[in-house]
């Protein structure tokens, strides 16, 4: 009988992460001028990668149901990111606070649990991995909204709705002879 092998996790430590991100950045510049728009503004931009010396792991046990091994091991992982001490910019850390999640507590802390899986290895690059997720989230800049003037026929067609709609509410009311 042949011994099983492991599946290889893609993202086993920050280290690959990085060279991932370098690897997907320089296939975009090596992409003909023609062929770029059809990639997206966020593949374009270098998300900013968290640094393992900044992410805090501890091993808990796992919730929710489980054979005789869930009660031994503690394989699901809690991973620690304070914000506010990390290295990284002011407007990506701002943008990260004003995320509305429940992760983030009031002391600029996210806790992200990871149980997904049996091992704690692959815990710890899920969390990772969610983890890069919402940084990425957070230095997307959003374009910001100018105004514009309504155009001429949209006042036009907004003005005959108008009218229509009254005259159908002036029409409920008493019959008068």
């Known amino acids: 009988?042949?011994?099983?092998?492991?599946?290889?996790?893609?993202?086993s430590n920050v280290e690959t992460l990085q060279a991932?991100?370098?690897r997907r950045h320089f296939a975009w510049v090596a992409t003909p001028w023609?062929?770029?728009?059809?990639?997206?503004e966020r593949e374009v931009t270098?998300?900013?990668?968290?640094?393992?010396?900044?992410?805090?792991f501890s091993a808990v046990r796992a919730q929710g149901p489980g054979g005789q091994n869930v009660h031994k091991v503690s394989s699901a992982v809690h991973l620690r990111f304070?914000?506010?001490?990390?290295?990284?910019?002011?407007?990506?850390?701002?943008?990260?606070l004003?995320?509305?999640?429940?992760?983030?507590?009031?002391?600029?802390?996210?806790?992200?649990?990871a149980q997904a899986s049996r091992s704690h290895e692959k815990n710890k690059a899920a969390a990772l991995e969610r983890l890069q997720a919402l940084v990425a989230e957070a230095?997307?800049?959003?374009?910001?909204?100018?105004?514009?003037?309504?155009?001429?026929?949209?006042?036009?067609?907004?003005?005959?709705?108008?009218?229509?709609?009254?005259?159908?509410?002036?029409?409920r009311g008493k019959v008068r002879d």
């Not at 009988?1 to 993202?11: G, L």
């Not at 023609?34 to 997206?40: A, F």
């Not at 304070?82 to 990260?96: C, G, H, M, Y």
Request: charged residues 30%.
């Open 34 to 40: 023609h062929h770029r728009s059809q990639v997206s």
């Open 139 to 171: 230095s997307h800049k959003p374009r910001i909204r100018r105004p514009t003037k309504p155009t001429f026929g949209s006042r036009q067609r907004r003005l005959v709705s108008k009218a229509l709609r009254s005259g159908v509410k002036a029409s």
């Open 46 to 56: 270098m998300p900013h990668v968290v640094s393992e010396a900044e992410v805090e």
């Open 98 to 113: 004003a995320l509305s999640d429940q992760r983030i507590n009031k002391d600029g802390v996210i806790v992200i649990k």
């Open 20 to 22: 991932w991100l370098m």
């Open 1 to 11: 009988m042949r011994p099983r092998r492991r599946k290889q996790n893609w993202v």
């Open 82 to 96: 304070d914000i506010r001490a990390s290295s990284l910019p002011p407007d990506v850390k701002d943008r990260f």
